[in-house]
C-alpha cells in the first residue's frame, strides 16, 4: 500500500491526523480579466474620487481610444486603448 493510501486510510480512523489540503478554486488563467471598465476614479478638480463616464475619443489603427470625464466637472480623468481587433493590413 503506498504511502499516501495507508495515510488516508490512518485519517478516516483518526479524525486528528491532517492531510495535505488541495485547492478547491478553480485555477484562472490571464485571459480572465483581459478588460477592465472604470467606474470611479480620482479628479484631481473635485480632488475625490468620484463616477466617471467613458466617451469614445479616437478611432486609432490600433484600437479605440476612451476617455474617462468626471461626472460633475467633466474634467478628463484617464484615458483607455482597447485592442479588440487586431490591426487592419493595408495593401497598396
Known sequence: ???????????????YVKLP??????????????????????????RRAVPVRKRLLL???EGDKYEYLCAFCSSTVGTKITRGQPPVRLIV
Not at 500500500?1 to 479524525?15: C, D, F, L, Y
Not at 488563467?29 to 467606474?39: C, G, L, P, R
Request: aromatic residues 10%.
Open 1 to 15: 500500500m503506498p504511502w499516501t493510501q495507508a495515510r488516508r486510510v490512518k485519517a478516516a480512523v483518526n479524525p
Open 21 to 46: 489540503r488541495t485547492s478547491l478554486r478553480p485555477t484562472r488563467d490571464a485571459s480572465t480579466y483581459k478588460e477592465f471598465d472604470a467606474t470611479e476614479l480620482f479628479c484631481p478638480r473635485c
Open 59 to 61: 478611432v486609432l489603427p
